[in-house]
């Protein structure tokens, strides 16, 4: 199985999993290989849904760029918008400050609103 195989698999069925089992799961995948750390729904760091946590210093990461401008050198400023799902990160001193890493972890972050969502749906089915 690779990579993307689990990552669409965990995103399409997180319902049946509490997110306890959600973390755990992701870390054994991520631990051989299977889900890259840019996919997780999870963070394993703060133990939560990805998109309750983004907006932490610890997430970060100039070398990365994950939630980084480079050309400002400034953390981008984070949006989540739990009702509409929406996700943004920008510059806070040029506006823009896009990277192929925080195109991924906004990604994840929708993922990981829509799985929450469906998780307390089918919690209170």
């Known amino acids: 199985m690779n990579t993307t195989t689990l990552a669409s698999t965990t995103r399409l069925n997180p319902v049946s999993r509490t997110l306890p089992v959600l973390l755990t799961m992701e870390d054994d995948a991520e631990d051989v290989g299977r889900l890259a750390p840019d996919d997780r729904l999870t963070c394993h760091v703060h133990g939560r849904w990805i998109h309750q946590c983004v907006a932490s210093p610890t ?5 990365t760029r994950h939630r980084w401008c480079r050309p400002c050198g400034t ?21 823009h400050g896009e990277s192929a890493a925080s195109a991924r972890l906004i990604t994840a972050c929708r993922a990981s609103l829509a799985a929450a969502r469906a998780r307390k749906v089918f919690e209170a089915a």
Do not use: I, K, Q
């Open 59 to 63: 997430h970060v990461n100039p070398v």
């Open 75 to 95: 953390a981008l400023t984070v949006s989540v918008d739990e009702l509409s799902g929406d996700v943004t990160m920008y510059c806070p001193r040029c506006g």
